[in-house]
């Protein structure tokens, strides 16, 4: 791959804000639950007169907006939508991005790790508790009445307030299956509490079953899955990462007075001159001024043998410098390297929507009202026509629980983002999650590289002895020899 062919991103105003009449922004978003925020935060973008089109990822959490919209509009939607957005600007510090990705992402698995040993730390005493001692003992109730209430309130917060901001919007998503599943189990449990100790005569409602457990049971193990799936977003996204990683953060710079200074590569101008020793990774793309070396440029070409680079000799930035002290010219910014720009175009393979994907997205956004009318009717088929409200709301939170599509839309993006991640680090770039997709339609491959699909390095494959000198003899002399050679 010639690194000259990665395109360079678009030229910015003063304000980091793309000047092409339909530029492409890039934004960070915090405060997704499901697929269903993503998609929903999706419609929204793409209502806009101003996008041409728009992309929300839920798995890297990352939104791609095209067209005229600025950036305070952008943010503006998707703060009415109930989450937090971030303009990333199109010329970063690579540091500043690796520390902010890890961090967004530590504190989403913190989160949803809190919240699952809270729920599932409750419900396993409770229901310990339950089968053990819960029959003819009277504070027992009360106990799984709180542990209950409070999973509801600590575990189920985030889970109420992504519902209730969908449903102020007059939209539903998977968190308002969840949470309507989680109420309706305890609510019908109050109620059966509550009777069973103030009604005169109880009657039917003393042998009415109490489901303050599975309430808390219903909100630990959904967090407990959606930490699971925070792990392993974080790490299928540890491919960029890496790549980011490839440029050193420190470069050494010439400055005017002959004397060098030590400095973070993002504040290399294009012109400066600095400094790369033996063994060490080029900072910023740039010409060779003065030196020779042989460069192993292996991460954007794909040969694994060394390339000579003396005076006037382009070098790419993340590639490895051999022997040689080089004096380099850069011709880039330290914002905008061949690291960089491969970095991006993989993020952006990882955050596209493969064509399939919009049968899932199509079929999520009608599961959710479809669910809520079949647990509506199960509820009222059993309360009003068959006058059985117990099994009528056990049915009903049945319905809900079983029915959460989470994978439905995870599926997809998650097998695009490791698809397109894992590839990187074996020097394939993948251009788009369309590019992934039709891969598996191909019938034929063609390589044109050594060191595609070989090594390129000899190696000894037979040993042939004269008359007179065995194979052992024969190695053991040509070890010898070998031992003094450089």
């Not at 109620?191 to 109880?202: E, K, Y």
């Not at 000198?469 to 450089?486: I, Q």
């Given at each position: 791959?010639?690194?000259?062919?990665?395109?360079?991103?678009?030229?910015?105003?003063?304000?980091?804000?793309?000047?092409?009449?339909?530029?492409?922004?890039?934004?960070?978003?915090?405060?997704?639950?499901?697929?269903?925020?993503?998609?929903?935060?999706?419609?929204?973008?793409?209502?806009?007169?101003?996008?041409?089109?728009?992309?929300?990822?839920?798995?890297?959490?990352?939104?791609?907006?095209?067209?005229?919209?600025?950036?305070?509009?952008?943010?503006?939607?998707?703060?009415?939508?109930?989450?937090?957005?971030?303009?990333?600007?199109?010329?970063?510090?690579?540091?500043?991005?690796?520390?902010?990705?890890?961090?967004?992402?530590?504190?989403?698995?913190?989160?949803?790790?809190?919240?699952?040993?809270?729920?599932?730390?409750?419900?396993?005493?409770?229901?310990?508790?339950?089968?053990?001692?819960?029959?003819?003992?009277?504070?027992?109730?009360?106990?799984?009445?709180?542990?209950?209430?409070?999973?509801?309130?600590?575990?189920?917060?985030?889970?109420?307030?992504?519902?209730?901001?969908?449903?102020?919007?007059?939209?539903?998503?998977?968190?308002?299956?969840?949470?309507?599943?989680?109420?309706?189990?305890?609510?019908?449990?109050?109620?059966?509490?509550?009777?069973?100790?103030?009604?005169?005569?109880?009657?039917?409602?003393?042998?009415?079953?109490?489901?303050?457990?599975?309430?808390?049971?219903?909100?630990?193990?959904?967090?407990?899955?959606?930490?699971?799936?925070?792990?392993?977003?974080?790490?299928?996204?540890?491919?960029?990462?890496?790549?980011?990683?490839l440029q050193p953060e420190v470069a050494e710079r010439v400055e005017a007075s002959g004397e060098t200074m030590e400095v973070p590569s993002s504040e290399i101008n294009i012109g400066d001159v600095y400094l790369v020793r033996p063994g060490g990774r080029i900072p910023v793309d740039a010409s060779v001024l003065e030196g020779r070396s042989e460069v192993d440029e292996s991460l954007v070409t794909g040969e694994p043998?060394?390339?000579?680079?003396?005076?006037?000799?382009?070098?790419?930035?993340?590639?490895?410098?051999?022997?040689?002290?080089?004096?380099?010219?850069?011709?880039?910014?330290?914002?905008?390297?061949?690291?960089?720009?491969?970095?991006?175009?993989?993020?952006?393979?990882?955050?596209?929507?493969?064509?399939?994907?919009?049968?899932?997205?199509?079929?999520?956004?009608?599961?959710?009202?479809?669910?809520?009318?079949?647990?509506?009717?199960?509820?009222?088929?059993?309360?009003?026509?068959?006058?059985?409200?117990?099994?009528?709301?056990?049915?009903?939170?049945?319905?809900?629980?079983?029915?959460?599509?989470?994978?439905?839309?995870l599926a997809t993006p998650m097998a695009v983002m490791v698809g397109a991640g894992e590839p990187s680090r074996r020097g394939i770039l993948i251009k788009s999650a369309a590019s992934l997709e039709s891969s598996g339609r191909l019938e034929a491959v063609v390589f044109d590289k050594t060191g595609t699909l070989t090594q390129g390095a000899m190696v000894v494959t037979d040993v042939v002895a004269a008359n007179g000198?065995?194979?052992?003899?024969?190695?053991?002399?040509?070890?010898?020899?070998?031992?003094?050679?450089?």
């Open positions: 791959m010639d690194p000259m062919s990665i395109s360079p991103d678009r030229d910015t105003d003063s304000d980091g804000v793309a000047s092409d009449p339909a530029a492409t922004r890039r934004y960070r978003i915090e405060g997704m639950h499901c697929t269903g925020c993503a998609s929903e935060l999706q419609t929204a973008l793409r209502g806009r007169t101003e996008v041409e089109t728009a992309t929300v990822d839920f798995t890297s959490g990352l939104a791609v907006v095209e067209g005229d919209l600025a950036v305070e509009p952008t943010l503006q939607v998707i703060a009415s939508r109930g989450f937090e957005g971030e303009f990333l600007e199109s010329k970063e510090d690579l540091s500043e991005t690796r520390s902010r990705m890890e961090l967004a992402q530590a504190r989403t698995v913190r989160m949803w790790k809190r919240r699952a040993i809270i729920g599932i730390g409750v419900w396993i005493p409770l229901e310990l508790l339950h089968w053990t001692a819960g029959h003819g003992v009277a504070w027992v109730p009360w106990v799984m009445m709180l542990g209950g209430l409070l999973v509801l309130v600590v575990a189920g917060g985030g889970f109420y307030a992504s519902a209730f901001t969908a449903a102020r919007r007059g939209g539903t998503n998977m968190d308002t299956l969840i949470s309507i599943g989680a109420t309706t189990a305890f609510v019908w449990s109050l109620i059966v509490f509550i009777a069973q100790r103030t009604l005169a005569d109880p009657g039917a409602w003393t042998s009415l079953p109490l489901y303050f457990a599975e309430s808390a049971a219903l909100l630990g193990i959904i967090s407990l899955g959606h930490f699971l799936e925070a792990k392993a977003s974080a790490k299928a996204s540890t491919a960029v990462r890496d790549l980011l990683e043998m060394p390339v000579g680079r003396g005076p006037g000799d382009p070098v790419v930035a993340g590639t490895l410098n051999g022997n040689g002290l080089l004096r380099l010219t850069a011709t880039v910014d330290g914002r905008n390297t061949t690291v960089a720009r491969i970095a991006s175009l993989v993020q952006n393979a990882q955050s596209s929507q493969a064509p399939i994907q919009r049968l899932a997205d199509r079929v999520s956004s009608i599961f959710v009202p479809t669910v809520l009318s079949v647990a509506a009717a199960a509820l009222f088929g059993w309360g009003i026509i068959m006058g059985d409200w117990n099994t009528g709301v056990v049915s009903t939170v049945t319905v809900l629980i079983i029915s959460c599509p989470c994978a439905l839309g000198t065995n194979d052992a003899e024969l190695l053991a002399k040509a070890g010898a020899v070998e031992a003094d050679s450089e």
